[in-house]
């Protein structure tokens, strides 16, 4: 390996370049259309290009962690246009399980090499370079670019194409119950009259504890829902676990109640900010106010 690309340097992906760029020992190209993250990766060594065709064409691995599946799609074919034979292509993004089959097809068939790879643990985690990485695909080329995904977290193998993609669907459809109870429940404790820190502190260390509790309780008691992960990006992957369950045949009863709270965040406006603002949902049917207003 001589290059290494990064692709998309938003909430998520900027801190993961950083910590690419800090700790591979390779040269990190990298593109976002928005000059000032790529100036913030020139910062710690990064090296900005003004277009993408430069890491397609020049970078050995090929990370992008990209917003839609159109936007995802044209990078990875753009990457198997004017990439060369052998290149990985390691998507960090989180991508519907048949797009990428499609995307893996399309590059085996140019002889490269296409990793499903998406990342569980929100901003704070990106930054730490503690993320969960859950990667499918061909295993030799895993085992390549692992030294790269450990930059950024812990990177497991879940087996062939896809299966990091599926996954990513199991750890958001139970995030995202987990999440919805844990606005349901604070706004329970709000109504009811009793104090929101005192209930947090009583209850963490508990069978509700953990890094999620522990990461979205204080933000919402605070009222603080600037996003280190947003709703509409979690929305998408409890839309991507619809449509492959209809592919499957089943039901997802519990997935359904998040969907339905999800769809109410867009419909008044606060699809983009943090997950645990949906508790707003909860304040609109209860009548109450959650955590400490100004």
């Known amino acids: 390996m001589k290059k290494i690309g990064f692709l998309g340097l938003g909430v998520m992906g900027l801190p993961m370049a950083k910590n690419v760029v800090r700790k591979c020992g390779l040269p990190v190209l990298c593109y976002d259309v928005v000059s000032a993250q790529m100036t913030a990766l020139q910062e710690v060594g990064g090296i900005p290009v003004c277009d993408p065709t430069e890491i397609y064409s020049e970078c050995d691995v090929i990370l992008q962690i990209l917003p839609t599946h159109p936007i995802i799609c044209h990078s990875v074919e753009q990457a198997i246009q004017h990439g060369k034979p052998c290149n990985i292509i390691v998507d960090l993004s989180s991508t519907a399980p048949d797009i990428i089959q499609a995307l893996y097809q399309k590059a085996k068939n140019a002889g490269m090499f296409f990793l499903d790879s998406p990342v569980s643990g929100g901003n704070p985690m990106a930054i730490a370079g503690t993320l969960a990485i859950m990667t499918g695909g061909d295993y030799g080329a895993f085992e390549a670019v692992k030294p790269i995904l450990s930059c950024m977290g ?41 104090d929101l820190q005192t209930t947090f502190s009583a209850t963490r260390s508990g069978f509700a504890g953990g890094p999620l509790y522990d990461n979205k309780v204080p933000k919402l008691i605070a009222r603080d829902y600037e996003p280190g992960a947003r709703v509409a990006v979690h929305r998408k992957d409890i839309l991507n676990a619809k449509h492959y369950a209809h592919k499957l045949g089943i039901d997802l009863p519990m997935t359904d109640v998040v969907l339905h709270i999800m769809d109410w965040m867009l419909d008044n406006g606060h699809i983009n900010e943090d997950q645990i603002a949906m508790v707003k949902y909860y304040e609109d049917k209860m009548g109450v106010a959650v955590g400490e207003l100004p």
């Open 154 to 194: 812990n990177p497991v193998y879940t087996g062939g194409c896809a299966s990091g993609s599926i996954t990513k669907l199991v750890n958001n459809m139970i995030a995202g119950a987990i999440l919805t109870s844990i606005a349901e429940g604070y706004a329970f404790a709000a109504k009811a009259g009793i």
